[in-house]
């Protein structure tokens, strides 16, 4: 006992006055405050990591959580993390899952993380009028709507009959380099896209164009919405980026015209977002129920009028033909080409 | 007997290490933990060693911005200091209250602000939009840098008002008697006041060195942008973490050029005496620059406010925001309260340390966890901490405070530098237990580096996104990931709403803790 009474001597506890020992603890309330999440979970609860947009994503989660009763806890991705972080997460927490339901704004960091034995299997009924082409075969993730690639011009510094039509023209030496840009091609929809370009023109010719993209010197940015805010103010005169980036720019007001890139030879390309359910997920009834809703109809609608999507994936507009099983094996080369391109 | 007694001896050899505990646990394990995953898996060893080709051009990049930042953010808080040093006692108060609000506002919030006179409906618009799309990305790199200069001058300027504080007002009076004012700044105050603001300097260069946000923003391409990038498309931490070690290497030289330049220099050890010394005078050739500096820096640290006010557009679309956004601006306030207080208490025994036995070694030490990007130090807190404290907030703590420690230790021991040994020595002599000592003698002696390495670090918690993406718990998101969310989906009065809400309440804080300070000091 004197011991250690002798030792809170040392450390200065029994002779604490009142005011250091009211720092003391008032030094410790934050991190009660932020502890938040330690409260016992109520019984019916489900996880979802999400990379939609979180103005998107939340009323329809919300929806959900008010339908069912069932408490929603959502994780958030964003594009300044290059929409990795969330994959990364999932594939460090493999081993004792937090999440229960992955629903990802794109298709190629779904099929990687399936790769990775991250994702389990669950076919929902509200997945079978969906293209057999969008969604997995072993039951692994089914698509949730279309997200298209465009060309956003500034119709300010662009004449009409300049406009482009094709991704090439960004070749086009009449377009100063510093008048174009694109994302980093090595993650996000650029990537899919890179990655769709080797399938459809060829390994060569795709890794040209790239090679060619940065021999000029086209302004290579961090991310698509950058492209958006770039092309609005008028400091690009056009750039490569997605439909729901487009439309937000259009929506504010800005001189700006939507280009869908190559229609004429390969249709357009059209990405899929994707929804899975995570390999033993702590809550796998709640889960299934929230990938039936999110597989719903009524949820593909209510984000095509909210401009996020282009199109619903039961019935896709005419694109380039596409086997994302095949775009999944081709990622690794891909990722590699774009590396050596634009990182070294 | 002989056991015990090489027992006892081994004990009181490592006795002295035992206070860094805190910081190898917070810093150091979540990097073993990434050190012996990559001697796991070992891919590693084909990636290259030796920084070549584009590497070595984004380091110099890295390196220019960060000389930069810290010259132009140096030269305007010294101005700045100056200019509060010279006004009379009642302005000088507030303006020291007022000074570090552009360091505890979130850089990515200046840089919307910013950006949004970019607009092209506004007249400034108009008119710079063609300058900057002229001049490219030299405009681009001008913008990081004068933002980043903007955020962070208040660093310099405290430790130089810390410092002016402390000059012998009676000698330099005697000085003036002898020689002229200019020479009495030449080789009497310039030399006094160097080390702290080469100190501050050394700060913002580190800063800037891994600084991400601003420099993502406007597409300066920089060492840490590689990282990410590196990371993102790879997710393979050793092949990221590898263009870290010039980085750490940069920031390790510039700290330890410091530490020579300024060992011996230094204003006097006293502490201060409450007064400011009369030899502050400045001559007109001077007090003309300083003056302007002072009335455009008082302009700009208005101007972001005014200009979310206008982009918010109503106070009902600011209410809105922040009732909206209440539980991800709360959150994160905590976290970084706490890692804030984690930082300045973990720091302190590394920074004596520092102090009483500088090496290369120890410093690169106490500095590694800066060089290593956010969503690295996350995946090693996510596999050390996660197995124990899942679902709570307290791995997010971890990783902010393990990560940013660096700025609260760099604070610390620059503080640590100017003081007299004598001083700690004679409050060991006092037989008082160690945490009265600490609370007493030892944080009322070094407070402007406490409080500057705390707001830094509670500034940078409120800007962190790759350690909350990682480690939030499910349904408590965190101000910046909701911020960027809004941000990308386009939503400025939203964004300007939620920034209007949050400084308040920061700037507010901030006040608290400078009257808790002063009565601390007292």
Avoid at chain 1, 86 to 106: C, I, Q, T
Avoid at chain 1, 191 to 201: C, E, I, M, N, Q
Wanted: net charge positive; proline share 9%; glycine share 8%.
């Amino acid at each position: 006992m004197d011991a250690a009474s002798g030792l809170l001597y040392k450390v200065g506890v029994l002779t604490m006055n009142r005011s250091t020992a009211v720092l003391l603890v008032a030094s410790f309330l934050p991190f009660l405050f932020g502890c938040r999440g330690t409260a016992p979970p109520p019984p019916k609860e489900v996880v979802c990591y999400t990379s939609v947009d979180q103005p998107h994503a939340a009323p329809i989660l919300r929806l959900f959580e008010s339908r069912t009763g069932i408490r929603m806890r959502a994780v958030y991705d964003v594009e300044a993390s290059k929409t990795t972080g969330l994959v990364n997460r999932l594939k460090a927490e493999a081993g004792r899952p937090m999440a229960d339901v992955y629903w990802s704004s794109e298709i190629v960091q779904t099929m990687w993380l399936k790769k990775h034995g991250v994702l389990g299997k669950y076919v929902s009924p509200n997945a079978e009028d969906i293209p057999l082409s969008l969604k997995d075969p072993d039951g692994c993730w089914a698509g949730l709507g279309l997200r298209g690639r465009v060309i956003l011009v500034n119709s300010e510094r662009v004449r009409e009959v300049e406009m482009p039509v094709s991704i090439f023209d960004f070749l086009d030496p009449r377009w100063k380099p510093e008048d174009v840009g694109i994302a980093l091609p090595l993650f996000g929809t650029t990537f899919t896209h890179a990655t769709v370009l080797y399938s459809t023109l060829g390994e060569e010719n795709a890794k040209d164009f790239f090679q060619a993209v940065r021999d000029k010197g086209i302004q290579v940015l961090d991310g698509n919405s950058t492209v958006r805010d770039r092309v609005s103010t008028g400091m690009l005169k056009m750039g490569l980026t997605d439909t729901d980036d487009a439309r937000s720019a259009k929506k504010k007001g800005a001189p700006v015209r939507l280009i869908f890139p190559d229609r004429l030879e390969t249709g357009g390309l059209y990405i899929p977002g994707t929804v899975a359910l995570v390999r033993n997920a702590p809550h796998p009834v709640e889960a299934r129920l929230l990938i039936d809703f999110l597989l719903s109809w009524e949820v593909e609608v209510y984000l095509m009028e909210a401009d996020y999507f282009h199109a619903s994936v039961r019935s896709p507009p005419p694109s380039t033909p596409i086997s994302w099983a095949e775009i999944a094996e081709r990622t690794p080369q891909v990722r590699e080409d774009m590396r050596e391109i634009f990182l070294h | 007997m002989t056991r015990r007694k090489t027992v006892s001896a081994a004990f009181r050899r490592l006795f002295p290490t035992l206070p860094l505990l805190p910081y190898f646990i917070l810093a150091g394990a979540p990097l073993a933990f990434l050190a012996a995953d990559a001697a796991l898996h070992p891919p590693w060893l084909e990636c290259p060693l030796l920084p070549a080709g584009r590497i070595v051009r984004l380091f110099l990049n890295s390196v220019a911005l960060s000389l930069a930042v810290g010259i132009v953010g140096t030269a305007w808080g010294a101005l700045a200091a100056l200019c509060l040093a010279g006004c009379r006692n009642g302005i000088r108060r507030l303006g020291v209250l007022l000074l570090p609000l552009p360091l505890l506002t979130p850089p990515y919030i200046l840089a919307v602000t910013w950006w949004s006179l970019l607009d092209r409906g506004t007249l400034i618009g108009r008119l710079f939009l063609p300058v900057m799309q002229a001049g490219g990305t030299l405009s681009d790199a001008l913008g990081a840098v004068l933002l980043l200069s903007f955020g962070w001058f208040p660093i310099p300027a405290l430790l130089l008002l810390s410092a002016m504080r402390r000059l012998p007002g009676d000698v330099l009076d005697a000085a003036r008697i002898q020689a002229g004012q200019g020479a009495v700044w030449i080789r009497g105050l310039i030399p006094l006041l160097a080390p702290s603001a080469l100190a501050g300097g050394a700060l913002l260069s580190c800063l800037t060195l891994t600084a991400y946000g601003v420099p993502a923003l406007f597409q300066v391409r920089t060492l840490t942008l590689e990282m990410h990038a590196e990371f993102s498309s790879s997710g393979d931490p050793v092949r990221a973490a590898i263009p870290a070690v010039p980085l750490l290497l940069a920031a390790g030289a510039v700290l330890w050029v410091l530490h020579l330049l300024a060992r011996g220099n230094g204003p006097p050890s006293t502490p201060p005496s409450g007064g400011w010394p009369e030899g502050l005078h400045q001559p007109p050739c001077i007090a003309i620059p300083v003056r302007a500096v002072g009335l455009i820096t008082l302009a700009l640290l208005c101007t972001p406010v005014l200009l979310m006010a206008a982009k918010a557009g109503s106070w009902r679309q600011v209410v809105r925001s922040g009732v909206d956004s209440w539980n991800e601006i709360s959150v994160s306030l905590a976290l970084g309260a706490g890692a804030a207080i984690l930082c300045t208490i973990c720091a302190l025994p590394l920074a004596r340390l520092l102090t009483r036995r500088p090496s290369p070694g120890t410093l690169v030490l106490g500095l590694l966890p800066l060089a290593i990007p956010a969503p690295l130090f996350s995946l090693g807190v996510l596999g050390i901490w996660s197995p124990l404290l899942a679902g709570t907030h307290l791995p997010l703590v971890v990783a902010l405070a393990g990560r940013l420690m660096p700025f609260a230790l760099l604070s610390q021991f620059v503080i640590f530098r100017t003081l007299d040994p004598l001083l700690f020595e004679m409050g060991e002599l006092h037989p008082v237990p160690p945490t009265r000592r600490l609370l007493r003698v030892t944080l009322p002696l070094l407070l402007p580096g406490v409080a500057v390495g705390g707001a830094v670090t509670f500034a940078l918690t409120l800007g962190d996104l790759g350690s909350s993406v990682l480690l939030d718990p499910p349904g408590a998101g965190t101000f910046p990931v909701k911020l960027f969310n809004l941000l990308h989906y386009g939503a400025g009065d939203q964004v300007a709403g939620m920034a209007l809400c949050i400084l308040p309440i920061v700037y507010l804080l901030w006040g608290l803790a400078v009257l808790l300070a002063k009565g601390w000091h007292r």
